[in-house]
């Protein structure tokens, strides 16, 4: 391209392989010189509308995806497809915006019930031996996520709105029903820009949280709360984005939990996360993490909790289906650490409890479409603790399928 900058077959291949690739400035910019060279390329401003659509400038892909459905003599497959992202482009532009995510997959785990690996654990500080089905059991499962959200905006400079985002998880294991976990968040509150005419891409967002957990298809707790996110651009290559949030844990006893109500209590948390673009193709994050739950009845349910974690994803061109989009490999592994206020005297009145968690995850994503995505899931979750009832190994593999609307 460099050494032939005016021929528009270059120009074109290379702005195809960028996209592919995931430098999207790149293939935008190879694609505006192909405009300076020739303005009546209805193509070309048909993908350049695409692009500043997955770059979520709207307002800039509404002209050029408007200039080509004005163009003449135009290719019904370039018309239909302007047609649609022209649509999807109203629809972001819009004070009301709404939009999600769905994926459905099948699991198996080494652990499903993540009991413990030996037999012999403690009980009132003696050695007690579990049954067969208390140890960890493998399983098969499907694995359902629902997230919907919505985002209101205020018609204000600064570009404030009112965020809402609904998560709704539920797994269903084959045989180990002990292993069925279902959950419900709500998370709703304003994001508005702190500063104006300088540092604008700094937001502060308070919000009200509401959630719920059931274990074995029996409620574990509903939860209810408040938080403060702050997201800021570093750089142009660096974010940063920082939640504190509380909650109260309201745990009932039930059949299936019948000493649940010691859980109940007040839990503190943040977590900071700092991502960062190496290269159109490579992205890299690191998180740390603190954690306090103050339990109200007992105090051996007290704990504190410190994690550190990061990853990378890398980017590249579709070696298969050629869709044009690209495919990414992420990992991520993380680190935590609990100590517990005291000994639990049904576990072990001498010892004091502490874990020390390792978990790493592997994922491969290939997108069908823009909105339609395979993924396939390798997960490693150790536990090591201070007292053997706690200490399990559990090894995963998912695939499924993710659908964005």
């Known amino acids: 391209m460099l050494a032939h900058p005016a021929d528009l077959d270059v120009l074109f291949k290379f702005a195809s392989l960028a996209s592919k690739t995931g430098d999207l400035e790149g293939a935008v910019s190879a694609l505006e010189r192909m405009l300076l060279i020739n303005g009546d390329l209805p193509r070309v401003r048909l993908e350049l509308g695409v692009l500043y659509y997955r770059l979520g400038s709207y307002e800039v892909a509404r002209t050029y995806l408007d200039s080509a459905l004005k163009s003449p003599n135009l290719p019904p497959d370039v018309r239909s497809r302007a047609e649609q992202f022209m649509t999807q482009v109203q629809n ?168 649940n109500v010691q859980l109940r209590g007040m839990e503190y948390s943040g977590n900071s996360n700092f991502q960062f673009q190496l290269s159109p193709m490579v992205s890299v994050y690191g998180i740390g993490s603190a954690q306090r739950f103050q339990a109200e009845q007992v105090q051996w349910q007290s704990y504190m909790l ?28 993380t680190e935590q650490w609990w100590t517990y206020d005291a000994p639990d005297p049904t576990v072990d009145p001498n010892t004091m409890r502490t874990q020390n968690d390792m978990i790493a995850n592997v994922v491969l994503s290939v997108p069908f479409d823009d909105r339609t995505t395979f993924s396939l899931t390798g997960s490693r979750f150790t536990r090591a603790a201070s007292l053997p009832n706690y200490a399990f190994e559990n090894n995963s593999f998912m695939f499924g399928v993710s659908y964005r609307f």
């Open 92 to 259: 972001q532009q819009k004070s009301s915006q709404f939009s999600g995510e769905a994926f459905f997959g099948w699991r198996y785990q080494s652990n499903a019930n993540l009991g413990p690996a030996s037999a012999n654990v403690q009980l009132f500080g003696q050695v007690a031996n579990l049954s067969q089905n208390s140890l960890g059991s493998p399983d098969w499962g499907v694995v359902s996520t629902v997230q919907l959200r919505h985002r209101y905006d205020l018609g204000r400079q600064d570009n404030s709105a009112i965020e809402t985002q609904l998560t709704a998880y539920a797994n269903r294991q084959f045989t180990v029903q002990s292993g069925n976990v279902s959950l419900l968040d709500l998370i709703s509150g304003p994001r508005f820009q702190v500063f104006n005419g300088i540092f604008e891409d700094v937001t502060l967002k308070p919000f009200g949280a509401f959630g719920a957990i059931w274990v074995n298809d029996t409620p574990y707790y509903p939860s209810y709360g408040a938080g403060l996110e702050e997201s800021v651009l570093l750089s142009d290559r660096l974010r940063n984005t920082t939640t504190f949030v509380f909650r109260k844990h309201d745990n009932q006893n039930t059949w299936y939990l019948p000493t």
């Open 306 to 333: 410190w994690g550190l974690g990061g990853g990378m994803s890398f980017k590249f061109a579709d070696p298969v289906l050629k869709t044009g989009l690209a495919w990414t490999i992420s990992l991520a592994v």
